[in-house]
């Protein structure tokens, strides 16, 4: 999502940020398979180490996007009341009910690839209309 927004030229507007639902992958830097997909197609990344969701969050952000039903429910167990409505799975934006493959499970790195590029595609499509209503 980053690389899509640089590309967009909105990196001073828009912020991404990436925070964990659980507490499993607190302070892990990014997933091997997924560092190698990143660099298959050119698209940066830098080291991180993951950090979990917090109730400030809410009030932080604009978007709140879940890659999975799991994830939603524990957001929703973070923030109980939303009533900004900014809490979604990624793929709703493209028009998708469902979850991004978890790589995890089914070690296809390529298709969660293909399911994040194309929700975030989608996302960044919603917040360049968001934008423009804003000004």
């Known amino acids: 999502m980053k690389y899509l927004v640089d590309q967009?030229?909105?990196?001073?507007?828009?912020?991404?940020?990436?925070?964990?639902t659980s507490t499993e992958e607190i302070g892990n830097d990014i997933h091997y398979g997924t560092r190698d997909v990143l660099t298959r197609h050119r698209i940066p990344f830098s080291r991180r180490a993951a950090r979990q969701i917090t109730a400030s969050d809410y009030n932080r952000y604009?978007?709140?996007?879940?890659?999975?039903?799991?994830?939603?429910?524990?957001?929703?167990?973070?923030?109980?009341?939303?009533?900004?409505?900014?809490?979604?799975?990624?793929?709703e934006h493209a028009g998708i009910n469902d979850d991004i493959s978890d790589p995890w499970y089914t070690h296809n790195?390529?298709?969660?690839?293909?399911?994040?590029?194309?929700?975030?595609?989608?996302?960044?499509?919603?917040?360049?209309?968001?934008?423009?209503?804003?000004?």
Do not use: H, Q
């Open 62 to 91: 604009d978007y709140l996007i879940g890659m999975d039903s799991e994830n939603l429910y524990y957001m929703n167990r973070r923030w109980p009341s939303d009533p900004e409505r900014k809490i979604s799975l990624l793929l």
């Open 109 to 135: 790195f390529d298709r969660t690839f293909a399911d994040v590029w194309e929700g975030c595609t989608a996302l960044l499509e919603k917040i360049k209309e968001d934008l423009t209503e804003e000004v």
């Open 8 to 20: 967009a030229g909105l990196s001073e507007k828009v912020k991404v940020e990436s925070a964990a």
